[in-house]
């Protein structure tokens, strides 16, 4: 089978109007990109789409509960999103945090780390 999907490029501020065709589930032509990294995100993009999560989670500050910023260290599968956030609706972490600890590994079972995106002593 054999289809078309269009995609636009977000890896540099040109935005490429990629067309990327697909016979049977399978990269067959890539066409529009200015440049090799966007012929490679349209096709991470259309055969395994990733994401960074961005979220929060509590942290106990002084007996107050409120939120700590937290990303996923790099982006992880598309379809893995909602099982992480499942994952993370939970989680409590305790000061002091530093912008770039783990505060919770292999989200969803991708292998990719949870890190603070913000200190707090």
Not at 6 to 27: A, F
Not at 78 to 87: C, H, I, R, S
Not at 97 to 111: F, P, W
Request: glycine share 6%.
């Amino acid at each position: 089978m054999e289809m078309n999907k269009e995609v636009i490029c977000i890896v540099c501020p040109r935005g490429c109007h990629i067309d990327v065709k697909l016979v049977d589930g399978k990269v067959a032509n890539i066409s529009g990109n200015v440049c090799q990294r966007g012929k490679t995100y349209a096709e991470a993009e259309v055969t395994n789409p990733k994401r960074v999560l961005t979220t929060t989670v509590s942290i106990i500050d002084n007996g107050n509960q409120k939120r700590l910023p937290v990303r996923t260290k790099e982006p992880i599968p598309k379809n893995l999103l909602m099982k992480a956030m499942k994952e993370l609706k939970n989680v409590t972490v305790k000061p002091p945090v530093k912008m770039g600890d783990v505060v919770y590994k292999n989200i969803a079972g991708s292998g990719v780390d949870v890190i603070a995106s913000k200190s707090w002593e």
